[in-house]
């Protein structure tokens, strides 16, 4: 059989629903034995009752001088006396009635001619009955006398259900106790994975980067391989970066010297710069691609910000530009360091190159999960083909131009593509392009 | 002036060197950092061309020493990844410029004129000494609007002496600054050629200070 999906999905559930079922079983199980025993015990009550009455009966009994029986004193218990009571007794010779209780009025029991406890039978309105039997014998008398003594079971069966009723209502009531408590005890148990939940996403939305050790030693292990994995993701992505940046060294080291070997007007120059570009961009993307599955990873924007114009101060003092940082200190991309000096490098790189005397650099939260850097400046700008055109991934790499010119953009829309974010260009207010950065916060 | 080149690419060392030379430097060079590391604390450079990714020490950590040390040459840095890490990491560190390889050596040679002139206080390209005037970027001196007919060698002292104006240069700083490590000093072709430049220049601008050194007057 299929069980439901909400069973199958959710450790809650079955646990809860496993701890449901097994409470269950056992309380119905506990409540039938204590039942069962509450009903032998008042049956055994009556009985003994019973006993009694025709144990003083027997006693009672003698035999007249026509050998006849002669029942002694009536048992005192007035509820032989009510008629048809349920309550009867009656003493016998040789199958005949010698003595009865009054309840009886003008009516005989007629039992099996067996000795027995605790049989069944029906009195007189039809009533059913618990029914003993003994025979015995007097000593001065050959006859076979016999006592009966009957109980009605409607007492009886009254008797047990008052007993029941609180039995099943106590057993109840333990029940919906246990059931809580396993709803307790899954909850607690459990927030301890809810908890490493949390510690998970913290770290995917790179607010941190490893998750702290649970108290709880069953998870640990877990917590543990879960760092294991990370740290050794961050160690393969820094080593790829390693063997990429020696690459282009060694590639572009003699590249330069090549280009610097040719005469100026020798058309290998364009070669040159357009194999630059090739390597540049190819390396960028491969040292990028793991870039977004690194988790854990938290850069603050503004001093990425100040870094970038610290390199650029030179060309920033030389045009005489006005920088206008308006960055709140908490903003944060989820992201490495490496890639938004990338992003914003070449974007402010831009700006410093273009701008007349000033450039704007804000950037504000968008959402819960996102931030928008904006980089404006008042240069002459672009149209509005040209926008589109400047972002087109990988479109300019063929064109002329000199070397690690031309990409900016589209690096940067590249990158931030990878992050899940967006590059786009407007006119500024200020004249010139603006720039806007949306990336993951 | 003087200028180390630390590279590790010989071909490329020797390329910087001859444009470096052409634009008036006297050029050392080191193939590994190590060695750039001992020249740059030792010696007296008015810059340094520092490749970041060197054999054995790497480049950044030869400037970081260097400034430590208290070093403060300006530093032109070479990246070959040329991404903004290196660049930012190069600046922390304390370099002042960069260029990113494949470069072009006419720009590498001016950026190296530029640093020099603003590390001695020189904002505009064209530093004026009285009737003189040195495009720092061309190399050329002119006195009044006419270019002057000078040596290489004749170039490089007045150069110093321009980007140091008004103030006492040592015969010591001097030969510190225009011969590279392998030359051999010599103070009386350094009295010779200040003589020659007195007679091209015009008499009263080069002033010799007995036992201390010149000083190129240049009254505002």
Redesign the interface.
């Known amino acids: 059989m299929k069980r439901p999906r909400f069973f199958r999905d959710s450790i809650r559930a079955r646990l809860i629903g496993l701890s449901a079922l097994l409470i269950g079983a056992a309380l119905v199980a506990g409540y039938l034995t204590i039942a069962a025993i509450l009903d032998s015990f008042i049956t055994d009550r009556f009985d003994a009752e019973s006993e009694a009455v025709a144990d003083a009966l027997i006693a009672g009994a003698t035999v007249d001088d026509a050998g006849r029986l002669v029942a002694g004193p009536a048992p005192t218990d007035p509820r032989f006396g009510i008629p048809l009571s349920g309550w009867f007794w009656q003493i016998q010779q040789d199958g005949r009635v010698a003595a009865k209780s009054a309840s009886l009025f003008d009516n005989v029991m007629t039992p099996p001619e067996a000795d027995f406890i605790g049989g069944a039978g029906t009195g007189p309105g039809g009533q059913p009955l618990r029914v003993l039997r003994h025979t015995f014998t007097l000593p001065d008398s050959n006859s076979v006398m016999a006592v009966v003594v009957s109980a009605p079971r409607a007492e009886i069966d009254e008797s047990v259900s008052r007993l029941r009723r609180p039995l099943a209502v106590s057993l109840s009531v333990l029940g919906l106790a246990l059931a809580l408590a396993s709803v307790l005890q899954v909850a607690a148990g459990l927030r301890s994975l809810d908890k490493l939940g949390r510690d998970l996403r913290a770290i995917r939305s790179g607010k941190a980067d490893h998750l702290p050790l649970p108290p709880v030693s069953e998870l640990r292990p877990v917590a543990s391989e879960i760092n294991g994995l990370l740290e050794q993701n961050r160690r393969v992505l820094s080593r790829t970066r390693e063997h990429?940046?020696?690459l282009?060294?060694s590639?572009?080291?003699?590249?330069?010297?090549?280009?610097?070997?040719l005469p100026a007007d020798h058309p290998g120059h364009a070669l040159?710069a357009r194999m630059?570009r090739q390597i540049?961009w190819h390396?960028?993307r491969a040292?990028s691609s793991g870039a977004s599955r690194v988790l854990g990873q938290r850069t603050p924007v503004t001093p990425v910000a100040e870094?970038?114009l610290?390199?650029l101060r030179?060309p920033i003092?030389d045009s005489g530009l006005q920088i206008d940082l308006d960055l709140p200190p908490a903003l944060a991309f989820a992201g490495e360091?490496?890639d938004l000096?990338?992003m914003?490098?070449?974007l402010i790189e831009n700006a410093v190159k273009w701008a007349n005397a000033q450039i704007h650099i804000s950037g504000r939260p968008d959402g819960t999960d996102r931030l928008l850097v904006r980089i404006e400046d008042d240069g002459p700008g672009m149209s509005a083909e040209d926008h589109a055109l400047a972002i087109a991934r990988g479109g300019r790499l063929d064109e002329s131009g000199?070397?690690?010119t031309g990409l900016g953009l589209a690096i940067v829309a590249d990158l931030a593509a990878l992050h899940g974010g967006q590059l786009r260009l407007q006119r500024s207010d200020l004249g010139g392009l603006a720039a806007i950065l949306a990336l993951p916060a | 002036m003087r200028c180390l080149i630390v590279e590790d690419d010989p071909v490329l060392a020797t390329q910087l060197a001859q444009a470096l030379g052409d634009g008036g430097f006297a050029c050392d060079t080191a193939a590994d950092g190590e060695r750039g590391e001992y020249l740059g604390a030792t010696e007296s450079y008015d810059l340094a061309i520092l490749d970041l990714g060197l054999p054995g020490l790497p480049g950044i950590e030869v400037l970081t020493r260097w400034r430590e040390a208290g070093v403060s040459m300006p530093v032109l840095i070479l990246t070959a990844r040329g991404d903004w890490t290196d660049k930012v990491a190069g600046f922390r560190a304390g370099a002042d410029d960069y260029a990113v390889k494949p470069f072009r050596l006419d720009e590498v040679v001016i950026r190296a004129q530029t640093l020099v002139r603003r590390a001695a206080g020189h904002a505009q390209a064209v530093i004026k000494a009285g009737p003189l005037k040195l495009d720092s970027q061309l190399g050329v001196i002119t006195r009044n609007g006419m270019a002057l007919r000078l040596t290489g060698f004749e170039t490089r002292i007045l150069s110093y002496l321009i980007h140091h104006q008004n103030r006492i240069v040592s015969r010591t700083e001097l030969s510190d600054h225009l011969y590279d490590a392998a030359a051999d000093r010599d103070f009386k072709s350094i009295e010779v050629v200040i003589g020659r430049l007195r007679k091209k220049i015009g008499e009263g601008l080069i002033e010799t200070r007995r036992g201390e050194g010149y000083v190129l007057r240049a009254p505002d």
Request: no cysteine.
């Open positions: 990429v940046g020696n282009a060294h590639l572009k080291t003699p590249l330069a010297a090549l280009d610097n070997t040159v630059d540049g390396l960028r040292r870094d970038i610290m390199v030179g003092r360091r490496q000096e990338e914003m490098g070449n000199p070397p690690g």
